[in-house]
């Protein structure tokens, strides 16, 4: 069985730094490099939004509102998932998911909490 375990959320004051994590851990249907890596987020009363995308090929895309401040990486060896957030802001304040995909194989994690306040 597959899991994804999300880790480094917290308490953070705005202007500062986390780094999110993603380990993927169990049998994957096919190599852990030939999926997709996607970070999600839900603020308090809102919704699920995308924040961040990084593909099996390398290529990332962000949410315009993360553009410049957050950065979506892998470790294939550790088949880890990061997402480095920094200058936040009290906007960024959710519960942060991480989402792994390929083809009709979509895991997902149960989401650390990040909280932006002074």
């Known amino acids: 069985q597959v899991q994804l375990v999300e880790s480094g959320g917290g308490l953070v004051q705005p202007g500062g730094s986390l780094g999110l994590s993603c380990a993927a851990s169990?049998?994957?249907?096919?190599?852990?490099?030939?999926?997709?890596m996607e970070w999600y987020r839900q603020p308090p009363g809102k919704q699920r939004e995308w924040v961040a995308r990084?593909?099996?090929?390398?290529?990332?895309n962000y949410v315009d509102s993360v553009k410049g401040r957050f950065t979506i990486s892998v470790d294939n060896a550790k088949r880890t998932g990061y997402l480095q957030m920094n200058s936040l802001k009290p906007e960024d304040t959710a519960n942060y998911y991480c989402?792994?995909?390929?083809?009709?194989?979509?895991?997902w994690g149960k989401g650390t909490l990040v909280t932006v306040s002074s």
């Open positions: 989402n792994l995909r390929w083809k009709t194989f979509d895991y």
């Open positions: 169990g049998s994957l249907f096919g190599a852990f490099t030939l999926y997709d």
């Open positions: 990084i593909t099996s090929t390398g290529s990332t």
